[in-house]
């Protein structure tokens, strides 16, 4: 039997961006707050001169066990779902700061069509424009409402940026200069200048120089040492909840974090949650943490199953399409990409950080005329210079034989003489792509796994042929002696990396006919929880979602606060 402890004001699923978030502004706001975290503590110190690509890239050392916890995963319903038993497609954050830990920062603000996709396609290209099957759907927000939290998570993070001249428009430019321009982002710039084009360079959560924040936390500069993605970051120059908010959040004394605790359901009655059950995994002890207030800011396929396996919400049911826990799940689409070898120029690709890159999004979102293109939306298209760590880069031309003599003379040559330009993909959802409980395998606890049933469909591998050619296109205008065009899109498959993008689920809307929260992320079926992250994504840009992730946590917190005082659905 469960041992219930005293009641708090709001208790917190997950200790990442949206739960450090929550427990920032909750605790000023003087509500007491409680985090369960299911992995374990973090701190800087933890990082300090660990520069260890196969501790931390290839052995996964921040992401979850699989052995205990994974998905299962299909294409479709006709065949049988079966457990990602490695890593593969995408990476599951596991820890104190979670995803927010591992990130490679690049902090980008959705489009304003994202927010009124359907109403702004329609508006422009008619209703035939969206196939049948595809179930986007308008936000119940616009990006003019949101705005304002967009910019409060760039202060908090500190976010390193130019303005973005086909963005939403800003009502304050980024609080700290943009990144260094490296000799090959500088050819990128030029390039896409002579085609036209419209070069900014990424926003960065890797500060550009010591920076001060609101709350008066101090970071500093960035050191481009190529260790960002999969791993912490060792000087707190990249911006990750555990030297941001969740100090803040333990000054005020109202926030209490327990990690190792691992929340199995949410407890209701009457349509109102009355707190969570959760196991403490260090010792297999069970505990009831009752409280007013629930909110829910685990990982995307965390969120959906614990609703699904608590009964909140109504399930989504593919077949005819209502339902709303589960639905619209998306990915990223991004197999389009160009590599350019060149014979006799070098770069030192080897310095870098999560996001020193240049971008352009003159065929992202509704930026260009999509009226004779078999596809909505679009992708961003970027180089950029993460770090060429050794163990993971080993990019040759396509003709170079697999091993021997010739391999490692390739291997040699082209370590620093090869450049990628590559797209990032918007995701749209489709009735036949969606999240539900997998009837036959389960975790350590006897509980049941989420299953995906996903695929790429024609729409994306249109997209992919489209801007496959575009990259190749700007890496022809910077010089490559021989440019290598990926354009052709298969069939979804798990077992190679291609981004931990995944959004949907519990989708946030104007009605809760088509949603599962508002836009607070406030559960219309049941109004003292609240579901946070990219699960709120009615469908996926052509963007990193954390920045829209991080916008949406601070609305979702106000309407925490408001809720707090006064009960009911907040509007």
Same mark, same amino acid.
């Given at each position: 039997?469960?041992?219930?402890?005293?009641?708090?004001?709001?208790?917190?699923?997950?200790?990442?961006?949206?739960?450090?978030?929550?427990?920032?502004?909750?605790?000023?706001? @003087?509500?007491?707050?409680?985090?369960?975290?299911?992995?374990?503590?973090?701190?800087?110190?933890?990082?300090?001169?660990?520069?260890?690509?196969?501790?931390?890239?290839?052995?996964?050392?921040?992401?979850?066990?699989?052995?205990?916890?994974?998905?299962?995963?299909?294409?479709?319903?006709?065949?049988?779902?079966?457990?990602?038993?490695?890593?593969?497609?995408?990476?599951?954050?596991?820890?104190?700061?979670?995803?927010?830990?591992?990130?490679?920062?690049?902090?980008?603000?959705?489009?304003?069509?994202?927010?009124?996709?359907?109403?702004?396609?329609?508006?422009?290209?008619?209703?035939?424009?969206?196939?049948?099957?595809?179930?986007?759907?308008?936000?119940?927000?616009?990006?003019?409402?949101?705005?304002?939290?967009?910019? +409060?998570?760039?202060?908090?993070?500190?976010?390193?940026?130019?303005?973005?001249?086909? @963005? @939403?428009?800003?009502?304050?430019?980024?609080?700290?200069?943009?990144?260094?321009?490296?000799?090959?982002?500088?050819?990128?710039?030029?390039?896409?200048? #002579?085609?036209?084009?419209?070069?900014?360079?990424?926003?960065?959560?890797?500060?550009?120089?010591?920076?001060?924040?609101?709350?008066?936390?101090?970071?500093?500069?960035?050191?481009?040492?190529?260790?960002?993605?999969?791993?912490?970051?060792?000087? @707190?120059?990249?911006?990750?909840?555990?030297?941001?908010?969740?100090?803040?959040?333990?000054?005020?004394?109202?926030?209490?974090?327990?990690?190792?605790?691992?929340?199995?359901?949410?407890?209701?009655?009457?349509?109102?949650?009355?707190?969570?059950?959760?196991?403490?995994?260090?010792?297999?002890?069970?505990?009831?943490?009752?409280?007013?207030?629930?909110?829910?800011?685990?990982?995307?396929?965390?969120?959906?199953?614990?609703?699904?396996?608590?009964?909140?919400?109504?399930?989504?049911?593919?077949?005819?399409?209502?339902?709303?826990?589960?639905?619209?799940?998306?990915?990223?689409?991004?197999?389009?990409?160009?590599?350019?070898? %060149?014979?006799?120029?070098?770069?030192?690709?080897?310095?870098?950080?999560?996001?020193?890159?240049?971008?352009?999004?003159?065929?992202?979102?509704?930026?260009?005329?999509?009226?004779?293109?078999?596809?909505?939306?679009?992708?961003?298209?970027?180089?950029?210079?993460?770090?060429?760590?050794?163990?993971?880069?080993?990019?040759?031309?396509?003709?170079?034989?697999?091993?021997?003599?010739?391999?490692?003379?390739?291997?040699?040559? %082209?370590?620093?003489?090869?450049?990628?330009?590559?797209?990032?993909?918007?995701?749209?959802?489709?009735?036949?792509?969606?999240?539900?409980?997998?009837?036959?395998?389960?975790?350590?606890?006897?509980?049941?796994?989420?299953?995906?049933?996903?695929?790429?469909?024609?729409?994306?591998?249109?997209?992919?042929?489209?801007?496959?050619?575009?990259?190749?296109?700007?890496?022809?205008?910077?010089?490559?002696?021989?440019?290598?065009?990926?354009?052709? +899109?298969?069939?979804?498959?798990?077992?190679?990396? +291609?981004?931990?993008?995944?959004?949907?689920?519990?989708?946030?809307?104007?009605?809760?006919?088509?949603?599962?929260?508002?836009?607070?992320?406030?559960?219309?079926?049941?109004?003292?929880?609240?579901?946070?992250?990219?699960?709120?994504?009615?469908?996926?840009?052509?963007?990193?979602?954390?920045?829209?992730?991080?916008?949406?946590?601070?609305?979702?917190?106000? #309407?925490?606060?408001?809720?707090?005082?006064? #009960? #009911?659905?907040?509007?």
């Amino acid at each position: 039997m469960a041992t219930k402890l005293a009641k708090v004001d709001v208790v917190i699923v997950g200790v990442g961006w949206g739960g450090g978030i929550i427990a920032s502004e909750l605790t000023k706001a @003087g509500l007491s707050v409680v985090g369960l975290e299911r992995g374990k503590e973090r701190k800087t110190e933890d990082y300090y001169m660990v520069h260890d690509e196969l501790r931390y890239a290839l052995r996964y050392e921040m992401f979850q066990d699989l052995s205990k916890e994974t998905i299962t995963f299909r294409n479709n319903e006709k065949i049988r779902a079966l457990p990602m038993r490695s890593y593969g497609s995408f990476l599951l954050g596991e820890g104190l700061g979670g995803a927010g830990s591992h990130w490679n920062g690049q902090t980008f603000r959705f489009l304003p069509y994202d927010f009124e996709i359907k109403s702004k396609t329609i508006e422009r290209y008619g209703k035939n424009k969206i196939p049948e099957g595809m179930t986007i759907q308008d936000w119940g927000i616009t990006y003019d409402q949101l705005e304002p939290y967009f910019l +409060q998570f760039e202060k908090m993070a500190g976010i390193s940026g130019e303005e973005n001249p086909l @963005g @939403g428009k800003r009502s304050e430019k980024y609080p700290t200069p943009p990144m260094k321009i490296s000799p090959v982002m500088k050819m990128f710039a030029d390039a896409c200048k #002579g085609l036209s084009y419209h070069p900014y360079i990424m926003p960065s959560a890797n500060l550009s120089e010591t920076y001060t924040n609101p709350d008066g936390i101090t970071r500093a500069a960035c050191q481009y040492c190529g260790f960002c993605e999969r791993f912490g970051c060792e000087y @707190g120059a990249k911006a990750e909840p555990i030297v941001t908010v969740i100090p803040v959040a333990k000054k005020t004394g109202k926030f209490e974090i327990r990690t190792h605790s691992n929340v199995r359901r949410i407890l209701h009655k009457d349509n109102k949650a009355t707190g969570v059950m959760y196991v403490d995994v260090t010792t297999g002890e069970e505990f009831e943490q009752p409280a007013d207030i629930v909110v829910v800011t685990s990982y995307v396929f965390n969120n959906v199953r614990l609703l699904l396996t608590s009964n909140v919400g109504r399930p989504y049911d593919p077949a005819t399409g209502t339902g709303v826990i589960g639905k619209n799940y998306a990915y990223q689409v991004e197999a389009a990409a160009a590599v350019g070898f %060149y014979e006799n120029k070098e770069f030192n690709l080897f310095a870098g950080a999560g996001s020193l890159a240049m971008t352009i999004d003159d065929f992202n979102g509704d930026n260009f005329d999509h009226k004779d293109l078999n596809f909505i939306h679009g992708a961003s298209i970027s180089f950029g210079q993460s770090g060429n760590r050794p163990i993971q880069n080993n990019t040759v031309p396509p003709d170079t034989p697999s091993w021997g003599k010739d391999f490692k003379a390739s291997s040699i040559k %082209y370590f620093n003489r090869n450049i990628s330009v590559w797209a990032e993909g918007s995701c749209m959802p489709y009735q036949q792509h969606f999240l539900d409980l997998d009837p036959t395998y389960k975790d350590s606890f006897g509980d049941p796994l989420v299953r995906i049933t996903f695929d790429f469909e024609e729409r994306d591998r249109e997209l992919v042929k489209f801007m496959g050619t575009k990259c190749g296109e700007v890496l022809k205008q910077m010089g490559a002696d021989q440019v290598v065009t990926y354009n052709e +899109q298969g069939p979804y498959e798990i077992t190679h990396y +291609q981004s931990t993008h995944n959004t949907g689920g519990v989708i946030m809307g104007a009605s809760p006919d088509t949603s599962a929260v508002n836009s607070y992320l406030q559960m219309w079926d049941m109004e003292n929880v609240f579901v946070v992250g990219a699960s709120a994504f009615a469908h996926n840009s052509g963007y990193n979602p954390t920045g829209t992730v991080g916008a949406l946590a601070y609305r979702a917190a106000d #309407g925490i606060v408001k809720y707090s005082k006064s #009960g #009911g659905m907040l509007v």
